[in-house]
């Protein structure tokens, strides 16, 4: 029997682990507000490289590899390593990014409309609407005054409301009474400013008036009755404003039924329907410095003779206007410049009513 040399078996060696040489760090995230560090996996103790011999062969010990780590600066600045080569090489060239201007455009493809579809629909949509106001200005533009219209009724100076207070207490006094136009920048002829011509209605001096007529009331309140009550306030701002409202229905009915059209005489009846608080003011006034009686009724029926006078000075430049003034401002000269005798008559007719309502007007605001 052959006789074979005992051999110890060969030395059993373990499976070395193996890791990837790279790992990819995911996409930067925002970081924190408090600013601290946050890791996907908690960091593993620093080991330090101690080998150790396992049957003569060094053993790898798996070493913790961090995943990512986010700081509050990380999302300012690109991925380091070759991410940024293989992006580089993705996209090719530079590419410069789009402005902010274009930000706040829509995007109409991703709602599936095409550019030159959204860009009719804009045009389309902008005429709509230009046809809209148009409409609306050519129809109501009588009945609701523009902000220009307003604007140039309070262009007044220092000058103009001292002499048009002396031409409403002392009218009979004042001459002329038509009122100046004037060219404008576009070549269209216009009534000229308060400023420029003191014939021309504003709206400061009623607006001024009607606050210095509750201002009044409250005070003459207050010294009567030896107490004030705020409500009283309230009750002198409601009656000037229903006088002001009844005083231009009026007017406009008038206007109406006469077939008298004119675009800016919204703001001229508001304005001269506000000129009877001047009267209105003077009479209250006598009253505080202790006229009484027939005094007082003296003061009273001066005042209003005063703003009726005016009123048919005023007026008429808008009820019976100058034909050669009306064809050059009014777009539509033929239902004005031209007044038969008849319409005349009742034109004339209108202004005294439109006066003799005046005393009723002025006696339900001094009864205080």
Known sequence: MAQYP?????????????????????PSTPGSPQG???????????LGPQPHLQH?????????????????????HPPHGHIQQQQQHQ??????????AHAHQP?????????????????LGHSAVTAGQD?????????????????????????????KLRVLLFPWTHKPWARKIRRSEHGQSEWQTPREDINCPDLY?????????????????GINNKFFRPQILGESASRATLVVLLDFAFVKLGCYFLNINDSSQVV???????????????????????????LWMMVFVYAFLANAFFLLRSLRSMVLPDPSISIATNPNPTTTATVNPAQRRRRITFLFLEAVCQIVYMGALVRI
């Not at 009846?269 to 009267?279: D, I, Q, R, S």
């Open 6 to 26: 005992s051999q110890s078996p060969p030395p059993l060696r373990h499976p070395v682990p193996t890791h990837p040489a790279y790992i990819p760090e995911p």
């Open 135 to 163: 409409y609306v200005q050519r129809n109501f533009g009588t009945v609701f005054p523009a902000a220009t219209q307003v604007k140039h009724h309070f262009n007044v100076s220092n000058s103009y409301v001292m002499r």
């Open 107 to 123: 995007d109409f493809a991703a709602w599936g409309i095409d550019g030159a579809t959204a860009q009719l629909g804009m045009q």
């Open 36 to 46: 601290y560090q946050r890791f996907s996996s908690s960091p593993s103790p620093n």
């Open 91 to 100: 996209q090719g060239p530079y590419q410069p990014q789009p402005t902010v």
């Open 56 to 76: 003569g062969y060094p053993s790898q010990q798996p070493q913790h590899v961090p995943a990512y780590i986010t700081t509050p600066f990380q999302h300012s």
């Open 205 to 221: 001096i009623p607006v001024m008036a009607i606050v210095t007529y509750i201002i009044l009331t409250a005070l003459h309140s």
């Open 268 to 294: 001229d009846v508001f304005a001269y329907g506000g000129y009877k608080f001047v009267g209105v003011i003077v009479t209250i006034t006598a009253g505080f410095l202790g006229l009484k009686g027939p």
